[in-house]
């Protein structure tokens, strides 16, 4: 996220090749993950009287390196259309991001 934070010092085509190596990163740790998940489901891993609690934090991680994946590679596709990173107009795509995060931030407030 620093690169994209600073990527109005750089091109379009270094930001895409930042967002595509992030999300291939997240695609492989799901990727390398996948043996061990087997594991737990074939035999309980090494420690199965913890199972219910790795569960908990492999489906955790799984949830964050799939939402990476697909965020980094849908917005590789959007800055692939972008001619500079600056002077970018906010367009209904990037209108769109804002406004779903407003909602996200106001489906957790809490009824005065």
């Known amino acids: 996220m620093l690169r994209v934070i600073f990527a109005d010092q750089g091109t379009p085509e270094q930001l895409t ?3 595509r190596s992030a999300g291939a ?3 492989g740790e799901l990727a390398r ?3 061990q998940i087997e594991s737990y489901l074939d035999t309980g891993g090494p420690f199965p009287e913890r199972l219910h609690l ?4 492999v489906g955790f991680y799984g949830e964050l ?3 990476m994946r697909r965020f980094f590679g849908d917005a590789a596709d959007l800055v692939e259309t972008w ?5 970018v107009p906010t367009d209904a795509t990037l209108r769109g991001i804002l406004e779903r995060t407003l909602r996200l931030a106001e489906a957790t407030r809490s009824p005065d």
């Open 17 to 19: 090749r930042a967002l």
């Open 25 to 27: 990163w997240a695609d």
């Open 33 to 35: 993950a996948r043996p």
């Open 54 to 57: 790795i569960a908990l934090v």
């Open 65 to 67: 390196f799939d939402l």
């Open 83 to 87: 001619d500079a990173t600056t002077g």
